[in-house]
Nanobody, 120 residues
Framework: QVQVVESGGGLVQAGGSLRLTCAAS????????MAWYRQAPGNQRELVAA???????NYEDSVKGRFTISRDVAKNTLYLQMDSLKPEDTAVYYC??????????????WGQGTQVTVSS
């Protein structure tokens, strides 16, 4: 199985910035699409941003222009730069990574989540 570990969450005031990092590991697998999801209390988990191995990105509408997703393919590391944070961005942020074995999709690994809290 691919292991996924997030870091970088914390408490920040509205208007501030945070950078999340996600490391995926698993020597037998190559990593395809990677993504950030978030889940606020009482809400369903939602996609925040995703990036393919080729660098194609997509964002949830409410974060466009404020969040930037990027990755280091060689290091299987994913980033989420979050600027102009709002209290409604408060949630647990999860990273996932699609694992491929000999070119075929194997499974999707999920991290344990990192808390982001934005105070007003």
């Amino acid at each position: 199985q691919v292991q996924v570990v997030e870091s970088g969450g914390g408490l920040v005031q509205a208007g501030g910035s945070l950078r999340l990092t996600c490391a995926a590991s698993g020597s037998r697998f190559s990593i395809g699409r990677m993504a950030w999801y978030r889940q606020a209390p009482g809400n369903q988990r939602e996609l925040v941003a995703a990036i393919t191995r080729a660098g194609n990105t997509n964002y949830e509408d409410s974060v466009k222009g404020r969040f930037t997703i990027s990755r280091d393919v060689a290091k299987n590391t994913l980033y989420l730069q979050m600027d102009s944070l709002k209290p409604e961005d408060t949630a647990v942020y999860y990273c996932n990574a699609e694992a491929y074995y000999w070119g075929s999709y194997s499974h999707t690994g999920w991290g344990q989540g990192t808390q982001v809290t934005v105070s007003s």
